[in-house]
T-cell receptor, first 112, second 119 residues
Framework: GESVGLHLPTLSVQEGDNSIINCAYSNSASDYFIWYKQESGKGPQFIIDIRSNMDKRQGQRVTVLLNKTVKHLSLQIAATQPGDSAVYFCAETENYGQNFVFGPGTRLSVLP | GAVVSQHPSWVICKSGTSVKIECRSLDFQATTMFWYRQFPKQSLMLMATSNEGSKATYEQGVEKDKFLINHASLTLSTLTVTSAHPEDSSFYIC???????????????FGPGTRLTVL
């Protein structure tokens, strides 16, 4: 699958505030979801994942919420820091990892 | 851990030449690797799925004769851009699937990317 976005949505937050990045997915059969962070000029970095039998999962400063009813995924970053500035992608897959489909990405800018 | 490396990280070549990009899983074996292309400010576009010991599966619209993929071992996949042209300039990213596929623990780990500039 492929996902192409011509205009990256941008989210600007003040340092120290919480950030919420949203992602709508299309395949109701997707059963595994991952959030990736990509800094400029680098490859995507795994942040957190969630299975379809869960609706919430927490990591260090990050929380992923999954709403299967409306096919919506969100990434919450607590106490956003300048180092969190990056593009964030959600990815969905069916059958746990055979074919990943990426969302268009959201650029997070952290303001001082 | 799960580390994936790519080499080279940046390459500049003349139009008409071929460029080989390597993708290695350093601390795990990867039966399946993926190759992506990314244009500025855009998401990742899957080019092909590379399976060790078999032919790669290309996405629609990706020329298999132009983007040659070889997955000769469980830790190495290569992408060769043949007869490169300026429109092939892009950021190429590989990923390796840790796990056999089809299990809950499978996760895709990405390489750092290779920036290709064709003059």
């Amino acid at each position: 699958g492929e996902s192409v976005g011509l205009h990256l949505p941008t989210l600007s937050v003040q340092e120290g505030d919480n950030s919420i990045i949203n992602c709508a997915y299309s395949n109701s059969a997707s059963d595994y979801f991952i959030w990736y962070k990509q800094e400029s000029g680098k490859g995507p970095q795994f942040i957190i994942d969630i299975r379809s039998n869960m609706d919430k999962r927490q990591g260090q400063r990050v929380t992923v919420l999954l709403n299967k009813t409306v096919k919506h995924l969100s990434l919450q970053i607590a106490a956003t820091q300048p180092g969190d500035s990056a593009v964030y992608f959600c990815a969905e897959t069916e059958n746990y990892g055979q074919n990943f489909v990426f969302g268009p990405g959201t650029r997070l800018s952290v303001l001082p | 851990g799960a580390v994936v490396s790519q080499h080279p990280s940046w390459v500049i070549c003349k139009s008409g030449t071929s460029v080989k990009i390597e993708c290695r899983s350093l601390d795990f074996q990867a039966t399946t690797m993926f190759w992506y292309r990314q244009f500025p400010k855009q998401s990742l576009m899957l080019m092909a799925t590379s399976n060790e010991g078999s032919k790669a599966t290309y996405e629609q619209g990706v020329e298999k004769d132009k983007f040659l993929i070889n997955h000769a071992s469980l830790t190495l996949s290569t992408l060769t851009v043949t007869s490169a042209h300026p429109e092939d300039s892009s950021f190429y990213i590989c990923s390796a699937l840790k796990g056999a596929g089809g299990t809950i623990t499978d996760t895709q780990y990405f390489g750092p990317g290779t920036r290709l500039t064709v003059l």
